[in-house]
């Protein structure tokens, strides 16, 4: 069993949906959780992190986390076609612990 | 600031040759990782350096990879020979403080014909 699983997709939503992407995890004692973000041929750029469970938010982005279900969700409200790319999630056991990532689910939003 | 610098951008070899890569992190930034990503699948770390020192190299082919990163500054991996396998990209990053919150440079396509 790998440690963070995600769908591949490819998922395909048009323009101004809320786009829903999640992943599981395996191991309870990850504690960061993180959201990536990979356009193509371009490397990873962090667009959120949450410690423990709970949700934040930062503009139209939602990261949540439950530690209950081993289960982490990133929602994107009003999704503009520069939202295309691929979102890798992430888990670490601390903040000074490598991160393990997802295999990424890569996003498509039509104009 | 600027980013992660990463060279060469793409490189084709042939398997049994060998290849280095090059990085620069961003300016301040103490630790280095090397990850692989191969296509389809999320990056996989390679390498950590501290500083000078390695944290984790746990999940580096040592018989065919190496590393080093020269005065906590820039670093190179290599590796002698290649196999087809090796293609994939090959990702530098580096962090301030935490491991969490990672800048990436854009990568080296490697392909292994």
């Known amino acids: 069993q790998k440690e963070v699983e995600q769908d591949p997709g490819p998922l395909s939503v048009p323009e101004g949906a809320i786009v829903s992407l999640n992943c599981t995890y395996s191991n309870s004692a990850f504690q960061y959780f993180m959201w990536y973000r990979q356009y193509s041929r371009k490397g990873p750029e962090l667009l959120m992190y949450?410690?423990?469970?709970g949700n934040k938010e930062d503009g139209r982005f939602t990261a949540q986390v439950d530690k209950s279900s081993k289960y982490i969700s990133l929602f994107i409200r009003d999704s503009q076609p520069s939202d295309s790319a691929t979102y890798l999630c992430?888990?670490?056991?601390?903040?000074?612990?490598?991160?393990?990532f997802g295999s990424g689910t890569r996003l498509s939003i039509r104009p | 600031e600027a980013g992660v610098a990463q060279s060469p951008r793409y490189k084709i070899i042939e398997k049994r040759q060998s290849v280095a890569f090059w990085c620069n992190p961003i300016?301040?930034?103490?630790?280095l990782y090397w990850y692989q990503q191969i296509l389809g699948q999320g990056p996989k770390l390679l390498i950590q350096?501290?500083?000078?020192?390695?944290?984790?190299d746990s999940q580096l082919p040592k018989d065919r990879f190496s590393a080093e990163r020269l005065k906590g500054v820039d670093s190179t991996l290599k590796i002698q020979p290649a196999k087809l396998e090796d293609s994939a990209v090959y990702l530098c990053?580096?962090?301030?403080?935490?491991?969490?919150?990672?800048?990436f440079g854009p990568g080296t396509r490697l392909t292994v014909t």
């Open positions: 350096f501290q500083n000078n020192g390695v944290v984790d």
């Open positions: 949450t410690y423990s469970s």
């Open positions: 990053a580096s962090s301030r403080d935490r491991d969490y919150e990672q800048y």
């Open positions: 992430a888990t670490g056991y601390s903040s000074a612990s490598k991160i393990i």
């Open positions: 300016s301040g930034h103490a630790t």
